[in-house]
């Protein structure tokens, strides 16, 4: 047997931490995001979330466990996705944040099982994801309960029974629509035609002629921002005059700003982000957030926010190594205060966070439905509290002969 002098495994030790240029108990974690591409608006706006998140982290003195982010761009390609994660795992990195789209993670489950890592998707929404595997977790909740709260909605309080779905042929468009349709026909309504169409598609003036055509009380369109916004465009230039329903993929504010005042009246489901609330981590994230990039944060910069913030919580005071980056995820966050409500996950991943349905309104703000008929309800009622103290009166003076 060949002995080692005493401080032989030391000196490789701390050769190994100077060659990574990190301390042994840093945790890496890569963030594959969207940053080019057609994905983009998403991809960026995660990544302002992360690194807002990453600067409060690194001001906390007391942390035992130190982050070390490194950012790769996949150019909204879910080939790309797989090859920069393999990369970043190669390269030590423990835990990723990825899968903003539903396409990108799918491509990505492939490499945590192979490389027995954790990936935590801020975005990702496609029930197929649902138990995939026991290294991926979400903190946006399943198209599954978005869908059938959209189906609730349109047909109970939007008062929709006829409905055509417009959906994009790729795996988020085809989650959601998979669901609404068979949750809409079951609350009592009728999908009358489904129009799919390839990402990308430029002349979309036929497909909205043929929508259009059955006349119906709502088109549904699912996709991500840049067609919906497009489709919405052109409904508008055919001056449909039906509602229109989508999804949070159109949540954002660079997607509603540049489709503009066609955006107005457009319905969709979202969890809850409210940039207002009263809430003091919720101010201030918001807060940091309009200083830092001068703008206020979607849902998506929220949601990247509190991925970075989950990821920080499981790695607290834990050596690290994938597996107890997940028995974190899995111990630690319980009811995780996040800015874009409780998180915690179910033994298959997946959040439990339930969505509401929200109205863009003329100064294209989203807007609470359901807190919007309340008030307009509260208001209604104070209204005729107002006018039976009027007609009391009258009805005084006239017996007082005044």
């Known amino acids: 047997m060949i002995r080692r002098p005493h401080g032989f495994i030391a000196i490789l030790a701390m050769t190994a931490i100077f060659l990574l240029g990190c301390p042994p108990d840093t945790v890496k974690v890569a963030a594959v995001l969207p940053l080019t ?17 990453n600067e409060e982290i690194q001001s906390q003195t007391d942390r035992q466990t130190p982050l070390v982010i490194s950012f790769v ?10 090859e920069q994660l393999t990369e970043q795992f190669g390269q030590g990195n423990i835990i990723a944040i990825g899968g903003v789209t539903s396409g990108e993670a799918k491509q990505m489950i492939e490499v945590i099982d192979r490389y027995d890592k954790p ?10 994801l649902t138990g995939i595997s026991r290294n991926f977790y979400r903190i946006f909740p399943s198209d599954h309960t ?42 009592g309504g009728e999908v009358l035609e489904l129009v799919a169409f390839p990402p ?96 206020t944060p979607d849902i998506y910069a929220a949601h990247g926010y509190d991925a970075l913030l989950v990821v920080a919580a499981a790695a607290e005071g834990r050596a690290p190594l ?18 874009t409500g409780s998180i915690q996950f179910d033994e298959k991943g997946d959040v439990r966070k339930y969505p509401r349905l929200y109205k863009i309104g003329n100064d ?20 005729r509290e107002a006018l039976q103290k009027q007609l009391e009166e009258l009805q005084r003076k006239a017996r007082s002969g005044g």
């Open 37 to 53: 591409g057609e994905a983009a608006g998403y991809g960026e706006a995660v990544r302002r979330g992360i690194e807002l998140a």
């Open 73 to 82: 761009d996949t150019g909204s390609d879910p080939e790309k996705a797989s």
């Open 119 to 128: 990936l935590l998707s801020p975005s990702a929404s496609s029930p197929e």
């Open 146 to 187: 978005a869908a059938n709260k959209m189906a609730q909605s349109a047909f109970q309080d939007l008062e929709i029974e006829t409905i055509v779905i417009i959906a994009e042929e790729q795996p988020y468009a085809q989650g959601v629509h998979s669901v609404f349709k068979p949750a809409f026909e079951a609350e």
């Open 200 to 295: 990308g598609t430029s002349d979309l003036e036929a497909l909205v002629e043929h929508a259009v055509s059955f006349k119906p009380d709502a088109v549904y369109l699912a996709g991500y921002a840049d067609g919906i916004g497009s489709m919405i465009q052109e409904l508008r230039r055919k001056r449909f005059r039906g509602k229109i329903l989508t999804t949070s993929a159109f949540a954002t504010s660079q997607a509603i700003a540049k489709v503009g005042e066609a955006a107005s009246g457009v319905y969709l489901t979202q969890t809850v982000f409210e940039p207002d609330s009263e809430y003091a981590h919720v101010q201030k994230f918001v807060n940091a957030y309009q200083s830092k990039f001068g703008e």
């Open 322 to 339: 994938p597996d107890e980056l997940k028995k974190g995820l899995r111990d630690e966050v319980k009811e995780f205060p996040g800015v």
């Open 364 to 383: 294209l703000v989203l807007i609470d439905y359901n807190e919007q008929v309340r008030r307009q309800q509260e208001e209604i009622r104070k209204r």
